[in-house]
């Protein structure tokens, strides 16, 4: 159980355009989705936070109006990277929080390699 | 604002060995603590987690020890193997309220046959 799928596994734009990635629960529904990125040898960073329905919850210098986020249903979140930049090449990562044993437990989607040229 | 500080960034060990890493929290708060293992290029997996009403868990050659006072948790990995060579992410948040997850820098773990 517990399994989170994200789509795709990598892709390439060109500067200016727009990629959208999807991420989702496939076996459970998840109570709240959460984005992140990475860069080679670092942690992962918190982009942002969303629930079903609800406007997502960007942390502290995430461009909300560059990275939007839609959480349409419990099984599945977006993240469009609008008007793409070299800058925004990254590993980036979504999970899914189940809290139906009382606790927000994370599961990991297996990532997104986004390179933009 | 919260922070998760994580000891050491690398640690190389024998095989057979054991490793330890350490993770201090500021956040007061926490009570959900879990770590990831994280191969090259691939999603974080869950290992092991604690929760704050529990100063210590086990699974297989895995523990994790607790220590609310001090706020620092530890993983402890027994009788390596080379499989067991990937980056190491400690987290801490306030679980029980959906919180959101706050990660260590990462420890990279090098198990040499």
């Known amino acids: 159980g517990a399994v989170v799928s994200q789509h795709p596994s990598w892709v390439i734009c060109k500067s200016g355009t727009s990629v959208k990635i999807e991420c989702r629960s496939l076996d459970f529904q998840a109570t709240t989705m959460f984005w992140y990125r990475q860069f080679p040898k670092q942690s992962l960073m918190l982009m942002a936070t969303s629930n079903e329905g609800s406007k997502a919850t960007y942390e502290q210098g995430v461009e909300k109006d560059k990275f939007l986020i839609n959480h349409a249903s419990l099984t599945l979140s977006t993240l469009t990277v609008t008007s793409a930049h070299p800058e925004d090449s990254s590993f980036y990562i979504c999970s899914a929080g189940d809290l139906g044993r009382g606790f927000l437990e994370q599961y990991f989607g297996p990532g997104t390699r986004l390179t933009v040229t | ?113």
């Open chain 2, 1 to 113: 604002g919260e922070n998760v500080e994580q000891h050491p960034s690398t640690l190389s060990v024998q095989e057979g060995d054991s490793a330890v890493i350490k993770c201090t929290y500021s956040d007061s708060a926490s009570n959900y603590f879990p770590w990831y293992k994280q191969e090259l290029g691939k999603r974080p997996q869950l290992i092991i987690d604690i929760r704050s009403n529990v100063g210590e868990k086990k699974d297989q050659r895995i523990a994790v020890t607790l220590n609310k006072t001090a706020k620092h948790f530890s993983l402890h990995i027994t009788e390596t193997q080379p499989e067991d060579s990937a980056v190491y992410f400690c987290a801490a948040s306030r679980g029980n309220q959906g919180g959101k997850l706050i990660f260590g820098q990462g420890t990279e773990l090098s198990v040499k046959p």
